[in-house]
């Protein structure tokens, strides 16, 4: 059974107060908290194996390679990717992302399209304005309506012969809107032979992954967000496409041989991974990995959706109280404004006097703000240890902050 108290128990940072209040920690959609299992992981690490990984013949390198791999294999079956080479360790969805953009360029001539949509993060849309900068290519973009939700006739008129890549979140981070990827990916087979990649940095903390299922090219996520440490991620990518494209960066772990006249580039996963990994971060993304299936994704699935559904329907009580993609089909954010304020750090600012940490700002989706004629917003977002009870503490506390700044 699915006990709320037993799974808070876990996370020691949620007995803290802030500004003498209790924590009510209502930013997982920037970053998750750690469950204490996670960090136990990672601070064995550093006290018992700590030693390089996979150029060591001695026996902490050894230990710390066999766990650093075990974490990878966890992974492999956890977004169900066909083999464990496919999985490639990075420091997030950021550098994922522009990995992909970096190796995907000789692929790449003038004219030729890449097609993202409005709800992207900037993570996903700067590394392909980059990329069309070097090649020549132009961007695409699928618009959306007032409800944050993407028009899809739209993008049948915009895929032709010079779609090569299409590139999407699964979750928006700033509005938790839940987007098509299985429609697009097949609208995208059907039509074209483009690489097709899906960001799924909010989706990965919230519901089942099946990168086979899904036939994406391309996937990437961050373990922060998903109850990891900062600093760790994954790019999926497909055995035949990793193996053609080139490598990104330069250096050890990432060669076969190397001489002044010629270098040699190492099989998958090490490809793709040149200098010293973050071996502790990457064996807790392995404990978060264990966490979340103990877990449950129904129980996380069917806990965070009932916080949402709740804190929407208690905010829009509030007179003059507009959410964004208040309508669409969304998991994990509500994104708010109050009418007559027009700053929305302001409201931020009061919560976070009562102990409430939100986001507020752009969100790193300015074209969204663009869209909305906002300057931000205030972002609540959930995870499975949040409470209806915190969310009651949130809207009390709206309340104040429209009181106080009106």
Not at 153 to 173: A, G, H, P
Not at 205 to 234: E, L, N
Not at 253 to 274: R, V
Not at 316 to 339: D, H, P, Q
């Amino acid at each position: 059974m699915f006990d709320i108290q037993e799974i808070r128990s876990q996370f020691s940072i949620l007995n803290r107060k802030v500004n003498g209040k209790p924590l009510v920690y209502l930013d997982n959609a920037a970053t998750s908290q750690k469950p204490d299992s996670v960090l136990k992981v990672w601070d064995a690490y550093y006290k018992e194996l700590n030693a390089n990984v996979h150029r060591g013949i001695h026996t902490l390198s050894q230990l710390a390679t066999e766990e650093m791999e075990l974490s990878r294999r966890k992974i492999q079956k956890f977004i169900n990717a066909k083999y464990d080479f496919e999985v490639i360790f990075t420091k997030g969805t950021t550098e994922g992302l522009n990995l992909i953009s970096y190796i995907l360029t000789r692929k790449l001539k003038k004219d030729d399209e890449i097609i993202i949509s409005y709800l992207e993060h900037h993570s996903n849309i700067v590394p392909w304005q980059l990329l069309c900068e070097r090649t020549g290519a132009r961007l695409k973009v699928i618009p959306m309506d007032e409800n944050g939700v993407l028009q899809m006739d739209v993008f049948d008129t915009l895929l032709n012969e010079r779609t090569k890549i299409v590139s999407m979140n699964q979750v928006s981070n700033a509005l938790g809107v839940i987007n098509p990827v299985e429609e697009i990916i097949a609208k995208t087979r059907k039509n074209t032979d483009a690489y097709i990649v899906i960001d799924g940095a909010q989706s990965v903390p919230h519901f089942t992954i099946d990168v086979q299922a899904m036939d994406c090219d391309f996937f990437v996520f961050s373990g922060h967000k998903m109850y990891a440490p900062m600093g760790t991620g994954i790019l999926y990518g497909k055995q035949e496409i990793l193996e053609e494209l080139p490598p990104f960066h330069g250096g050890g772990e990432m060669i076969a041989t190397c001489s002044f006249e010629e270098t040699t580039y190492a099989g998958l996963p090490f490809k793709y991974e040149a200098g010293t990994p973050n071996v502790g971060g990457n064996i807790a993304l392995g404990a978060a990995v264990d966490f979340i299936l103990e877990t449950g994704h129904e129980n996380i699935r069917t806990h965070e959706n009932a916080l949402l559904e709740y804190a929407q329907r208690q905010l829009l009580e509030i007179e003059g109280l507009k959410v964004y993609g208040e309508k669409a089909n969304r998991t994990g954010v509500v994104s708010f404004n109050l009418e007559g304020i027009g700053i929305a750090s302001d409201v931020g600012m009061i919560l976070d006097k009562l102990g409430i940490a939100v986001r507020t700002g752009h969100h790193c989706t300015q074209p969204i703000m663009n869209f909305f004629n906002i300057a931000g917003t205030v972002r609540a977002s959930f995870a499975v240890y949040n409470t209806f009870n915190e969310i009651d503490v949130l809207v009390e506390g709206v309340k104040k902050a429209q009181k106080m700044l009106g």
